[in-house]
Each structure stands twice: as structure tokens, then as C-alpha cells.
């Protein structure tokens, strides 16, 4: 197969590539390996994480289409109250996390009607579930890529001009050769205040396998897993108690904490207040990422709120997955900790009455569309980092660092983003790291390796640090990376130039930002602080 743009991956910013590749009028091939676009959003059932003036701005246009498309759906299919039905800024499950949680199977309802006129034009193919098993290369281009079909014995091979890597582990760097970066840099080369002395490239952040719960009568009590006994009883040398308690350390303090679970309270979802800067909002676990709030909806329609299990007790660290041999055991590991978190929560997790275990708790698989109950895929939180012409790094955000000067501005910059610098424990026995941040921007040079020509990055494989993709890795920017870097591959395509030579020549460079901002993208923030 050919076409002009070949897009591996289908998370937000392999979505995003394709629908700006595919809007300025090339044809695109987009894969996927699982069995919903969307990535973290969808198949890894994560709600959104997002800044404090999401609803305002602080995002790309097509990105804010997504959010609308998302309340949208819910007014015109879902059986809401008026009250909720009539609230501009409808947060479906009224979790703390998000202005907007919501089911999974909504995000991937809209995003592909965001993609079904150019699937009817002609003009995109998806190919899924397929996943990339080797490229070919001629010196510093990329040639080909070959894609297997995850369940049966099937190989497509693809060749396009421009090939962008939006799979959540950066899998095309090693299999073209692109030089790529992993787990933590060193002080020595980046200067960050908070990196290590020496470079710990194994040291990467938890893996998490999340999955949706809700609260009914009877006993819902799953299977002891096999592995439980280890999990119940394991405990970090940094976690303050065992990982399967309500104790763990606060993300910003690591003061050890105790935090609440009360499935289905009696709130209003209209007094939630999803801002990170007053309230990170885990006190109450059951709130925290909660996706269905059956206050939202008319009387008998839920018989329960639907909340979603993405908890520091989930998070995987015993290993990376990302460069081992043992990889799937690893991931098989990752859920077998998830079920544990499960079986503990029926059964032995303490009661604010004294009692222990909530066997009414019910794993809602069909939420997340699998089979085995638990999200499709893992919730991978670092990926596989290119080598670029411009690494972000700590000082060029960190609010400790900025202070009232703001975020570094970049000359070259294709978009804006905020959140925290927030790192979970990681592999190498690190404990939260979690730095305040400035609304900070994209530069196009973290966009575009060191050596390769036609190979772009299009989601948390940017050139960002260990530190940095704490910040970067979140929903809107992967979105907003992704889609720069389809309006890239057009316009390199267009003008017969490489990536490179835009960000090198000021007239490119001013007509490719100019068009960056033409397509509703926003590369400047207004005056404001961090947090």
C-alpha cells in the first residue's frame, strides 16, 4: 500500500496527524494495534487530563471539536436530567480529575465521526488492529514500514514520503534506527535541577493497566489472582504502607496520606470544581475519576456512578517495558497488580464502618471494551524519546526556575500546553516527582530528529526529557503535537522542502507557523501564572 502520509498509531496524536494530513487533501494511512482510536483516552481509559483554563484556552481548535463533540453526544443520546442537560460545561461523570470525564466508548463514538467524511472520500484508510514489525530505510530516509495484524497471519507493507511514529512506546525509532533517548538524562546533560547525577536510561516511569467499577447489590467478587498474596503484601520502601492501602505519599509533598473511597456519595455533580490548581481531587478514590455520575442522569438509568481505577496502588514500577526482552511478562504482571487492586477492594480493603471489603464493587469491562475487564491496552506513561534538534528541558518551564517570567518562548513555537511536572514512582525506585510548571509551548524543533529526514514524531515520542514528558504527555499535546505534525508532512509535501529546512529558513518557518495558526492552533499563552 502506498499513500502520501503513513500515520503509525492511532492514540489522540496519531488521530490528530491524520485529520490534519488528511483535511489539507493528502491521502493517509492510519494504523491502530488495539480495537479503539483514541489511546490514552480511549483503549487505555484514561479521562483527560487538562489545565485550569481548558474551557477558555489553552488548546488547538480541533481539540476543543473533540471536548464539544463529547457533551454533544451525551445531550443527544444519553438520558440526562435538564439540569445537567442545560450545563455549558457538562463534566458527564463529574470526577475531580477533568472538566470533562466521560465513558471511553463516547471519545471513540466522536472521534470517529471526526474521521468518517475523509474514510468516505477515499482519502483515509485505517488499518486496525495492526501494529509495526519492521521498516525499511535508505540512509537518513525511512522507505517502508511492514504492519502485522495482531491476530491472524497478515502483513501489509506501506511506503509514504512521510511516516509519522504516534505509537505510545516511540516503536518505529529503533525499527528504523532513528536515534532515541529513554528513562532518565543526567544533570551533566541537561542541567535539570531535579535529573540525577548519572543517566539512568531503565528508569522510567509506572505503567498502569486501568479499568472502570461501579457500585451494585450482590456479591461481585472476582477470582483470588494468582499472584495476590505477593501484591497484598508488598511495600515500597518509599510508600509508607503496603501499595494495597489507602496510604500512599501526596504527589507534591510525599507527606504519607490517607485517602477516602465512597462509592456512589450523594453529590451534586454540579458543585464539582475539576481545577488542579485548588484541589488535585484524590482525596475521595471514588470521585477522583469518576466517568459516570448517575446524579447526571434521569432517575433508574444508572444504578450506580461508574468510576475509573487509575490509582497510585496500580502503578506498575518493578520494571520499564520499553526496551527488555521480558516485556509481556512485565505487562502481564501489570494487570495481574490491577486484578489484585480489584480483589483487595472486595474484599479486604477497610470500611469507614469498620468493616472490610465491597464485594458490591462490579468490573465493568463492557466500559472498556475488553474481554478480560480491565482497559485494552496499558496506560503507558513515557515513551521512547527522539533525539532532536531542540530537547525541552526542566528550566524551560519549571515555575521554581521561570517564576514571573513565564515559560521559555520559542521562536519556533506550533503550540501551547500545562500541566504539573508530574512523574509517577518509576523503575529505578524513584519516588513522585512533581515540580510546578508555567503554561508552557511547543517548539516545532523537539518535532524533528537529529538526523532523519521524513520520520516525525506525532506523540510522546517528542524530544523531551525524562522530566519534561511529565508535562508534555499529557491529552491536549499529544493531540496538538500530532496535528502539527500532520500540517508538517503537507506542508513539506507542498513546497518540496524537509521538516528541517522549515524550522532553518525564517521565510519557511513564518509561512508553516503562519499556517499552524491558520488551523486553529495556539502558539502564544495570554498573561498568566503557573501552578
Known amino acids: 500500500m502506498r499513500a502520501d502520509v503513513l500515520v503509525v498509531g492511532g492514540g489522540l496524536g ?17 494504523t491502530e494495534e488495539f480495537d479503539w482510536l483514541g489511546g490514552q483516552l480511549t483503549s487505555q481509559a484514561v479521562p483527560p487530563d487538562e489545565h485550569s483554563w481548558i474551557e477558555q484556552f489553552g488548546l488547538t481548535a480541533s481539540y476543543r471539536a473533540l ?9 443527544r443520546y444519553y438520558p440526562l436530567t435538564e439540569r445537567s442537560r442545560a450545563w455549558t460545561d457538562l463534566n458527564p461523570g463529574a470526577g475531580w480529575v477533568s472538566r470533562i470525564c466521560h465513558e471511553p466508548r463516547v471519545a471513540v463514538a466522536v472521534l470517529e465521526q471526526m474521521l468518517a467524511p475523509y474514510r468516505g472520500a477515499g482519502r483515509l484508510t485505517v488499518l486496525q488492529p495492526y501494529r509495526p514489525i519492521a521498516a ?69 516511569q509506572a505503567v498502569s493497566v486501568c479499568f472502570a467499577i461501579d457500585h451494585v ?34 504527589p507534591r509533598t510525599l507527606e504519607i496520606v490517607e485517602r477516602s473511597f465512597t462509592p456512589n456519595p450523594d453529590d451534586d455533580p454540579l458543585s464539582v470544581n475539576a481545577d488542579q490548581r485548588v484541589n488535585p ?22 444504578g450506580s456512578d461508574i468510576t475509573l481505577v487509575n490509582w497510585p496502588m496500580i502503578d506498575y514500577f518493578e520494571s520499564p517495558v520499553i526496551d527488555v526482552p521480558n516485556a509481556s511478562w512485565h505487562l502481564a504482571k501489570a494487570r495481574e497488580l490491577s486484578y489484585s487492586v480489584l480483589y483487595w477492594l472486595q474484599t479486604e480493603a477497610p470500611r469507614p464502618d469498620g468493616g472490610a471489603g465491597f464485594p458490591g464493587l462490579r468490573l465493568r469491562g463492557d466500559v472498556t471494551g475488553s474481554r478480560d475487564g480491565l482497559a485494552q491496552a496499558p496506560y503507558v506513561r513515557e515513551s521512547r524519546r527522539i533525539r532532536a534538534e531542540y530537547t525541552v528541558v526542566e528550566q524551560d518551564l519549571s515555575l521554581a526556575v521561570r517564576g514571573h517570567h513565564g515559560a521559555v518562548q520559542y521562536p519556533d513555537s506550533v503550540g501551547v500546553g500545562m500541566y504539573r511536572i ?93 499556517r499552524v495558526s491558520a488551523s486553529g492552533v495556539e502558539r502564544r499563552w495570554p498573561q498568566i501564572a503557573g501552578y
Open 14 to 30: 496519531g488521530v490528530a496527524a491524520a485529520l490534519a494530513a488528511a483535511r489539507a487533501g493528502r491521502s493517509v494511512i492510519l
Open 136 to 204: 525499511e530505510t535508505d540512509g537518513d530516509r525511512v522507505t517502508g514500514v511492514t504492519l502485522a495484524h495482531r491476530d491472524r497471519d497478515d502483513r501489509i507493507d506501506v511506503t509514504a514520503p512521510y511516516i509519522l511514529d504516534a505509537t505510545e512506546t516511540g516503536e518505529l525509532l529503533p525499527l528504523t534506527g532513528t536515534e532515541y533517548v529513554t528513562g532518565f538524562e543526567s544533570q551533566a546533560q541537561t542541567g535539570e535541577p531535579s535529573a540525577p547525577a548519572e543517566a539512568q536510561p531503565m528508569n522510567m
Open 281 to 302: 481531587g484524590d482525596g475521595n478514590l471514588w470521585t477522583f475519576r469518576r466517568i459516570a455520575a448517575r446524579r447526571n442522569f434521569t432517575d433508574g438509568s444508572y
Open 422 to 514: 508530574d512523574l509517577h514512582p518509576s523503575t529505578g525506585g524513584d519516588n513522585y516527582i512533581d515540580v510546578g510548571s508555567c503554561p508552557f509551548e511547543v517548539p516545532l524543533g523537539a518535532l524533528i530528529p537529529q538526523r532523519m529526514e521524513n520520520l516525525l514524531p506525532a506523540g510522546k515520542n517528542i524530544g523531551t526529557t525524562h522530566i519534561t514528558n511529565g508535562s508534555y504527555r499529557l491529552h491536549p499535546v499529544e493531540w496538538n503535537v500530532g496535528e502539527v505534525a500532520g500540517l508538517l508532512a503537507d506542508f513539506c509535501l507542498a513546497r518540496g522542502e524537509s521538516p528541517r529546512a522549515v524550522r532553518g529558513t525564517p521565510r519557511l518557518l513564518a509561512e508553516f507557523t503562519d
Open 217 to 250: 447489590d450482590g456479591d461481585h467478587t472476582i477470582d483470588r489472582p494468582a499472584g495476590y498474596d505477593f501484591w497484598r503484601d508488598y511495600k515500597p520502601d518509599f510508600w509508607g504502607d503496603r501499595l494495597l492501602s489507602w496510604r500512599s505519599p501526596h
Open 67 to 75: 471536548r464539544t463533540g463529547i457533551r454533544d453526544y451525551y445531550r
